[in-house]
């Protein structure tokens, strides 16, 4: 069945205000910490996301961009994986929202994307 809106799994390394600002806008966020993943590696992170159908937001790019060419070459399927750039979270959220405006969450899976 196909899914509309991505739900995300913010990466631990991005602002806490970010998932408050995301869910006032009616997403459905869940951030590292609630899911009692912090400290986790980063693949173990992509394997929650995964497992959860949640797009990743990062602003780790290299070693995503590692992990997401794993994924590919093995066959794996994720959700999707975006990094943003260090911004304020004001900023990433604008970029964010335009992003998850024009794309499905089937589009977004096992994608990459930049903002």
């Not at 986790?40 to 949640?54: G, T």
């Amino acid at each position: 069945m196909s899914r509309l809106f991505s739900e995300l799994y913010i990466d631990e390394d991005v602002s806490a205000l970010l998932t408050k600002l995301l869910r006032s806008r009616g997403f459905v966020v869940t951030s590292t910490q609630e899911a009692g993943m912090l400290g986790c590696s980063d693949e173990e992170q992509l394997s929650h996301a995964a497992r959860q159908r949640k797009a990743l937001l990062t602003h780790n790019r290299v070693h995503f961009e590692a992990l997401v060419r794993q994924y590919h070459a093995t066959g794996r399927n994720h959700s999707g994986v975006i990094i943003a750039v260090r911004r304020s979270p004001y900023e990433i959220l604008q970029r964010l929202l335009i992003l998850l405006d024009q794309l499905t969450a089937d589009e977004m899976e096992n994608q990459i994307y930049y903002i």
